[in-house]
């Protein structure tokens, strides 16, 4: 799967001239991968869900929210009655569906900054585990038997919390952003009538 991936990718860089470009790209990634072990793919893996939905985020701030609050906006202000009991009713019903919208994801973005490490924190176990078995098997005076197990188990960790870095202050703006257009939103629906 991986060579496939990587012959449709080279292919589509030796169309526009940059295919040594992404060969060098594409070793640098599979050393740090090999430097790391197989807990850096999940640490990636977890990694693109999150940028996924920080994407889809963005995209949703930018092209759906202001029609979302456009049109409780609207559907608030074609009532003729705004001040019952029932009003407010259907005021805080609305501003809840324009909320849980803006909200959407963003708990799943957070519990994949929060993951990042704790995926991390896994690699040291397991690099240390490999450590420990070659000293086992080896003695502690080979230092070259044991470099493998030590990068095992630091990579992962430092790569988890770079990871958790690039999500925790976007995922704070996100949370800000969607808390600032709920409020901005209720503000706009007056009850005056």
């Known amino acids: 799967m991986i060579d496939l991936i990587f012959s449709i990718l080279r292919g589509i860089t030796s169309i526009v001239g940059l295919e040594q ?21 999940l640490v990636a893996v977890v990694l693109a869900i999150m940028w996924l939905l920080i994407v889809e985020r963005f995209v949703f701030f930018a092209t759906q929210q202001g029609k979302l609050s456009d049109q409780a906006i609207k559907e608030w202000e074609a009532r003729s009655e705004r001040k019952s009991w029932h009003a407010h ?4 019903a609305l501003i809840s569906a324009v909320q849980t919208q803006s909200n959407q ?7 994949c900054v929060a993951l990042c ?23 502690a005076g080979n ?16 790569s988890g ?5 690039s999500g925790y202050f976007i ?3 996100l949370q800000g952003k969607a808390d600032a257009e709920v409020e901005a939103l209720g503000e706009h629906m007056t009850m005056d009538h």
């Open 143 to 158: 230092a070259r038997a044991m470099a493998a197990g030590v990068s095992q188990a630091t990579v992962p960790t430092m």
């Open 105 to 111: 994801y963003l708990g799943l973005i957070k519990a």
């Open 161 to 165: 919390m770079v990871a958790s870095l």
């Open 171 to 173: 995922s704070v703006w």
């Open 89 to 92: 009713r259907v005021r805080e």
């Open 21 to 41: 470009s992404f060969i060098n790209a594409w070793e640098a990634i599979r050393d740090f991968l090999e430097l790391g072990g197989p807990v850096l793919i």
């Open 117 to 139: 490490p704790l995926v991390g924190l896994l690699g040291t176990v397991t690099g240390m585990i490999t450590v420990f078995e070659v000293m086992s098997f080896l003695g």
